[in-house]
Structures are given as C-alpha cells and as structure tokens.
C-alpha cells in the first residue's frame, strides 16, 4: 500500500498509547511522586522475592472481573471436537488465488461471492507502470471466474462493500511509483459482473478511510468526520467522530444502527442511529486496550473478534464482545489464541486463526474444525454466504460447505490466556517515551499511587524504554521493580485511562 499522508497507525501506538510497537505491552515507571529523579535512597525497603513474599490482601479490596473460569482445559486444543477431521470439513481451493493476483477483499455478493484485487507483486504494487483492477466469481466457493472489466483500468482496488445489493469497490489509480497515490477511484456493480467507473461530482472521502454499509447508504469514516452516499457519487459530509490516532477497523450494521470499532482503544465502539448524522460513544468502555479485527452480524447480534491488551506483559489475549443494540454490551472470556476473523454460520458464528471456534451466541466458545494449513504471518478474511463459508489466508483459500458446520457436538472450550496470580513476578519492558502513562496489566488499568508529576519526556535516571518486573501483591496493588534498583507501587484503577500527551 501507498505511504499515508498522516501518522500512521505504528507511529500512532506508539506516541498515542504509551506501548512498544508489534507487542501488548505495560507503561513504566516516571520520575518520583515528588518531581525528582526516583533515586532509592537509604529508607528505600529491599524487596524480597516474590516467593517469598506473602501477599496482603485487604478486606475492602474491589471484586474483580473473573474471565478465566475455573472448568476451562488447560491443554491445547484438539484439532477438532466434531469427530471430523479438519481437513474433511474444509476443501481446499486450489485454482484461487491465480497466480500473481491479490485479492483485497471478498464479499457474500453477485452469484454467491465476489473478489476484488488487482494483478501484480504482492509487496510493491507502486513499482509497476500500472496496476488494473480484476474481479473474480463464485456461485459455490470453489470454482473462480476472472474478469478484468474496461471500467476497472488502471485502478489498483483495496476495498469493497455490499450495500443492500449494490457492490462498490475502491481504491487508487495506479500510476508509476503510485505517484497520484491521494485520488479516490470509485466503481459500481449490481451483480459483480458488469462494472461502471463512478465520477465523483462532489467531494468524497479519502480512500483510506474505513468503508461500510447500512442498508442502501454507503458511510466513510475517517480522522475526525463521517460521509455518506447513496449512489457512491454525490457524497455528504456526516456528523463528526472523535479525533484519534486509531484508525476504524470495522463498520457494521444492525437493523437501523451503524457501529463502527476503532483498533487500539480503550473507546473502541461508536454508534449511529440516524444514518451517520451524528455518532456517539457505546457504554462499553473496558480497562484494557481492545483492538477489533472482525464483526459479524447474526439473527440481531453483533460478533466482535479481536485482541486485548494486556493480560501478561506482551502476551496477546483474544476474546469476543456481542451486542444487540450496538450500546450495551458483554465480553466472553480471554482466551490464549486470538482470534483474526469471525462469521455468521447456521445457528450460530465460526472464528478463524490457528484454532477455529464456533459459538451459539458469540461469547460461549467451543473448538471447531480447524483449517489444514494456516499461516499466521498473513493476512485473513472469511465471508460466509447461504453455501458455506470461504477464507482466505495469503496464498492458500478454504471452503466448507454449510451443512459441514454443525455446532451440535463442539464441546471443547478454547484455552484460557494465562492471567497474572497473585505474588509471581512477571519480566516486563516498559516505555518511557512520553513520561508515565497507565500499566495495562490483567486485563485492567493501574496508575501510581501517589501520582507523577507530568513532564512528557523519559524520567530522570531512565531512558525511553526500561526493564524490571511486576508484582501484583493483593487485589488493588501493582509493585514495579526497576533493574535499576527503583520501586513503584501502583493501584487498580476503576476507570480506563489514556496514555497522557501523546494520546
């Protein structure tokens, strides 16, 4: 993909929420709760190990969430609870992708389902003289059509929404080096077959804005502001959003709701009900760092799939949220394997990743039949049609037929992320970049206790990252141990903090 013309998403982690970059990881400690360097000093205690420290838990300390219940396996996973082998229930695809294509995005659309992309190299498409977009079909999942419509020339797609029927694709227009790479190109289709390129007659989003659909009405969102259309030509600008340097990841739709989920967020769920005139904050505001990477919409229930930060230090812990209104809503268990993407099946929704799950109701999970091959270093979409389901993971593209995704007899439950237990200390890598921002920790927020004077860069004594331990003494008190001989006590916040000035 082209450079962005903004702060991009790495860079956004790392000065908007206070974390390494590629990693789930906690805050460090800043300077000392009186403005100076946090030099221990002769009153400082020597803290022993943490085997043999005894914990203190207080009688008023707060309940805490409980998202590892006691009847979950500890084992791993079998590849399948159906009694059918994965590779029975999932056929492989083998003529698709072609040779040389990239498929951007698969949609339940036109006579089954509808692939859009272009041909040419995977890694650096702006090398190319010209990019020109290709569209495939499929009536069964299996069998793919190529067409490279006249309407598509020259256009390197990356994007594409079903709006009650009418498929749009976007993306740029290709050129050398993708120098033109700020012009929005935009194509239309009733059925995935004929395509007409659209002229935009009024101004339009950005294409890397998120793109979705409720009913016939296409909705952009982007850094601070929503747009609308009903034709994908004349656009109107929408109520604003939020600033943030959080991309949206995903905009579903429910009935006559629009909900779209924010990546790396401790605000990640944001609603509208009046077709993207205004947009307001979900009650769901957790105390972890939530990064969405899939939704799902099913029988008036919203399936959300991703990861959260952080159960461990740099441990990636996934679980699913669910909503029928796209306001209130409930988290499943954090599990060890996280889920990439999610599905509506018969009666229920399938999540892909090294290990497939199916649930009834998107937040009881069980294993299902898990895919033959999986590559976790690329990228993965599942679409799920009135046939069956299709993924694609890279270079490699499954299906399964509906019937092969029966949830009677799944009753294995996925393993549980390890959560912290009480006076075990746990290595961590902290990031001072900004000064002291929130330790995400458990699953919950910790702030210093008595709080640090800001100062927005590395503390005294510190560089932007240090290394230490944490020790979660009761259930309200966090202990940081510096290598370099400092301390920090920490307590549980109720509230989900940002990470400070660079947020």
């Known amino acids: 993909m082209p450079s962005r013309q903004r702060i991009s998403p790495i860079i956004g982690r790392l000065l908007g929420l206070g974390l390494l970059a590629a990693s789930c990881n906690v805050a460090a400690p800043g300077p000392s709760p009186t403005g100076g360097a946090a030099t221990p000093d002769a009153t400082t205690p020597t803290i022993p190990p943490a085997a043999a420290r005894t914990p203190l838990v207080p009688a008023s300390a707060p309940p805490r969430v409980d998202r ?3 009847t979950a396996p500890t084992d791993v996973p079998t590849p399948s609870p159906t009694g059918v082998p994965g590779s029975e229930v999932w ?26 992309g272009y041909h040419g190299d995977d890694e650096y498409p702006c090398d190319q ?7 495939w079909t499929s009536s069964d999942g299996e069998h793919w059509d190529e067409s490279d419509p006249d309407a598509l020339d020259g256009l390197f797609l990356t994007k594409a929404v079903n709006a009650d029927g009418t498929i749009y694709a976007f993306g740029l227009v290709g050129s050398p080096n993708c120098a033109r790479d700020e012009v929005s190109a935009f194509a239309r289709s009733p059925d995935g077959i ?4 659209l002229r935009i007659e009024s101004p339009a989003p950005s294409v890397y804005y998120k793109f979705g659909a409720i009913a016939g009405t296409l909705i952009a969102l982007g850094e601070d502001h929503s747009w609308t259309s009903v034709d994908g030509v004349n656009w109107q600008r929408g109520g604003d959003v939020p600033f943030s340097y959080s991309w949206f990841e995903e905009i579903a739709a429910l009935g006559e709701t629009a909900v779209a989920f924010k990546g790396d967020a401790l605000e990640p769920a944001w609603l509208s009900g009046d077709g993207a005139e205004s947009w307001r904050l979900a009650d769901f505001e957790p105390l972890y760092d939530l990064d969405v990477h899939d939704t799902a919409v099913g029988e008036g229930l919203i399936v959300a799939v991703g990861q959260a930060c952080c159960g461990l230090p740099n441990a990636e812990t996934g679980l699913s949220v669910t909503s029928t209104d796209g306001r209130t809503w409930h988290e499943s268990a954090a599990f060890a394997d996280v889920p990439q993407a999610v599905v509506a099946i018969n009666d229920g929704y399938l999540t892909v990743s090294r290990n497939n799950w199916v649930s009834r109701d998107g937040l009881d999970w069980h294993v299902g039949p898990r895919l033959p091959d999986f590559d976790s270093r690329s990228n993965v979409s599942a679409v799920s049609a009135d046939v069956g389901v299709f993924i694609i993971n890279g270079r490699l593209a499954w299906f399964a037929p509906a019937e092969a995704l029966a949830l009677d007899g799944s009753s294995e439950a996925p393993r549980n992320a390890e959560m912290p ?10 990031f001072l970049h900004c000064g002291w921002p929130p330790i995400y920790f458990g699953l919950e927020t910790w702030l210093p206790d008595p709080p640090f004077e800001e100062n927005y860069n590395p503390p005294h004594g510190f ?3 240090d290394r230490g331990w944490l020790t979660q003494l009761d259930e309200n008190e966090l202990l940081y141990e510096s290598r370099r001989g400092q301390t920090v006590t920490l307590r549980l916040s109720q509230e989900a903090e940002a990470s400070g000035p660079c947020a």
């Open 68 to 70: 590892s219940p006691p």
């Open 91 to 116: 056929r492989r695809v083998t003529e698709f992708p072609p040779p040389g294509a990239h498929v951007s995005a698969v949609l339940a659309a036109g006579p089954g389902f509808v692939a859009v």
């Open 129 to 135: 003289l010209t990019v020109d977009g290709r569209i």
């Open 194 to 197: 004929s395509w007409d390129r």
């Open 421 to 430: 237990e009480i006076g075990v200390r746990y290595e961590a890598d902290v």
């Open 463 to 465: 560089g932007d990252e």
